[in-house]
């Protein structure tokens, strides 16, 4: 009777609904890792655990962090005086900033101001490696054409990009 209601408690009382084998197996965990440290006097690791129960560690990893509670992204981690961080600064993106969200859109406006064979030239040689000879070719113009239509629309660019 008390194990189904240690059941009951993990399966109704989280903030997020989890299925209930996914309870059930944080239960066994739960269950082995204790066992395994009256056995050995020391905390089992995951892989011990899953061998244990004769699941993937992936799995126990899973179930473990479904019956943890959520953390709020604002929760503070650290205080110094009247500063403090929070989780949401721990976990910042420095790929996906907002100044390079800016860029790509004003590298997409650049780019499509521009007329349809310097936006072929362009993709030709910069996105399919071809050299300006290759790209002549395809077109039906020389490579000096090329060379000045493609150092025009570069130049258009970075006059849109970086405006003076």
Request: proline share 3%.
């Given at each position: 009777?008390?194990?189904?209601?240690?059941?009951?408690?993990l399966?109704?009382?989280?903030?997020?609904?989890?299925?209930?084998s996914?309870?059930?197996?944080?239960?066994?965990?739960?269950?082995?890792?204790?066992?395994?440290?009256?056995?050995?006097?020391?905390?089992?690791?995951?892989?011990?655990?899953?061998?244990?129960?004769?699941?993937?560690?992936?799995d126990?990893?899973?179930?473990?962090?479904?019956?943890s509670?959520?953390?709020?992204?604002?929760e503070?981690v650290?205080?110094?005086?009247?500063?403090?961080?929070?989780?949401m600064?721990?976990?910042?993106?420095?790929?996906?900033?907002?100044a390079?969200?800016?860029?790509?859109?004003?590298?997409?406006?650049?780019?499509?101001?521009?007329?349809?064979?310097?936006?072929?030239i362009?993709?030709?040689?910069f996105?399919?490696?071809r050299?300006?000879?290759?790209?002549?070719?395809?077109?039906?113009?020389?490579q000096?054409?090329?060379?000045?239509?493609?150092?025009?629309?570069?130049?258009?660019?970075?006059?849109?990009?970086?405006?003076?």
């Amino acid at each position: 009777m008390i194990s189904g209601e240690i059941r009951r408690y993990l399966r109704d009382n989280s903030a997020l609904r989890v299925s209930r084998s996914l309870r059930d197996l944080a239960y066994r965990v739960m269950q082995a890792k204790e066992a395994y440290l009256n056995e050995h006097q020391r905390e089992p690791d995951m892989d011990q655990v899953a061998k244990m129960l004769g699941v993937e560690p992936g799995d126990v990893v899973m179930a473990m962090d479904a019956i943890s509670d959520p953390v709020s992204l604002f929760e503070p981690v650290y205080s110094d005086g009247g500063e403090s961080v929070s989780v949401m600064d721990q976990i910042g993106d420095s790929k996906n900033t907002d100044a390079a969200w800016l860029e790509r859109i004003a590298l997409t406006e650049a780019v499509d101001k521009l007329g349809e064979r310097e936006k072929k030239i362009l993709s030709m040689r910069f996105f399919d490696g071809r050299t300006q000879v290759e790209v002549a070719a395809a077109i039906g113009i020389s490579q000096a054409q090329v060379s000045r239509l493609e150092k025009n629309a570069v130049g258009q660019i970075k006059k849109a990009l970086f405006p003076t």
